[in-house]
C-alpha cells in the first residue's frame, strides 16, 4: 500500500492486485457497472467535448472517492496534481494482469492446493465439478464475478480431503474467501482457464473416439 496525505488524512492506496481483497474490487465493478455507457465522441463537435469532458471528471471524482474512503466534496477539494497521482497509482486495475502458475495459497493460516494433474488422473465427480466450473465462468464473462470465490472453494482443497466437499463446507469456504487478495484470485482464475482448455481437448477427443466405431460400421457396409 502507499500512502498519501488528503485535505490532512493519511489514506493507504494499493499498488498492485495483492493489496485488493476480492470484496473490494466486487463493490468496485458494481460502482463502475453503473457509469453511464459512453456513445462514440465526434471530436469536432465542442460542446459534446465538454460534456463527455464533465462526464468523465464526474465519474474519476466517484473513483477517487470509493478508493479514498472520502466523500466526493472533500475529493473535489484535492490539488488537481495529487488526484492525477492517485489516478496514475491505480491505473493498474485497468491493465490486464499477468497471472503466475500458482500451485498452492495460503488463507488465515491454513494451506489450499489446486489440482496440478489438471483432471488427468481424476474421478468422474471431481470432472462433473469441473463441468459444473465451466458453466459457472459464463457468469464471470457476463460480469457476474460473485462466483470467483466459489469456484476456488470447490476446487482448492486442504491436505487431506476428499474431491468432493460437502455444499456447507463450499458455501462456508465461498463466503470467507471474499477476503482473498485479487492477485490470488486472478492466478487461480487463469488455473481455471486452463482446466476449461483441458475440459473441451478432453470432449473433442471423446467425440472422436466415439465417431471411429460409426465410420468402421460404415466402411462395412459399403
Do not use: H
Not at 457509469?35 to 464533465?54: G, I, M, P
Not at 470432472?127 to 472453494?153: C, F, H, M, P
Not at 471423446?206 to 459399403?222: F, H, N, R, T, Y
Request: with cysteine; hydrophobic share 40%; charged share 30%.
Amino acid at each position: 500500500m502507499k500512502s498519501f496525505i488528503l485535505n490532512d488524512v493519511e489514506v493507504n492506496l494499493p499498488e498492485d492486485w495483492a493489496d485488493i481483497k476480492f470484496n473490494k474490487f466486487l463493490e468496485f465493478t458494481k460502482l463502475i457497472g453503473a457509469f453511464d455507457k459512453r456513445d462514440e465522441l465526434d471530436s469536432s463537435n465542442e460542446v459534446a467535448v465538454w460534456e463527455r469532458t464533465l462526464d468523465d471528471l464526474q465519474d474519476s471524482t466517484k473513483v477517487l472517492s470509493f478508493w479514498c474512503g472520502m466523500s466526493e466534496n472533500e475529493i473535489s477539494m484535492i490539488d488537481l496534481d495529487l488526484a492525477t497521482e492517485i489516478m496514475n497509482q491505480l491505473s493498474f486495475i485497468n491493465e490486464a494482469y499477468e497471472p503466475i502458475a500458482l500451485k498452492d495459497f495460503t488463507f488465515e493460516g491454513e494451506k489450499y492446493n489446486l489440482p496440478q494433474d489438471l483432471m488427468a488422473d481424476s474421478s468422474f465427480g471431481r470432472y462433473v465439478e469441473a463441468e459444473q466450473l465451466e458453466l459457472q465462468s459464463n457468469l464471470i464473462d457476463e460480469g457476474k464475478i460473485e462466483i470467483l470465490t466459489r469456484q476456488v472453494a470447490i476446487l482448492c482443497k486442504k491436505e487431506g480431503e476428499g474431491e468432493k466437499l460437502d455444499d456447507e463446507v463450499i458455501n462456508k469456504r465461498a463466503e470467507a474467501f471474499k477476503n482473498l487478495d485479487m492477485a490470488t484470485i486472478w492466478d487461480v482464475a487463469f488455473f481455471f482457464s486452463k482446466l476449461e482448455q483441458k475440459l473441451m481437448l478432453n470432449f473433442l477427443i471423446s467425440q472422436a473416439v466415439q465417431e471411429i466405431p460409426k465410420q468402421e460400421l460404415q466402411q462395412k457396409e459399403q
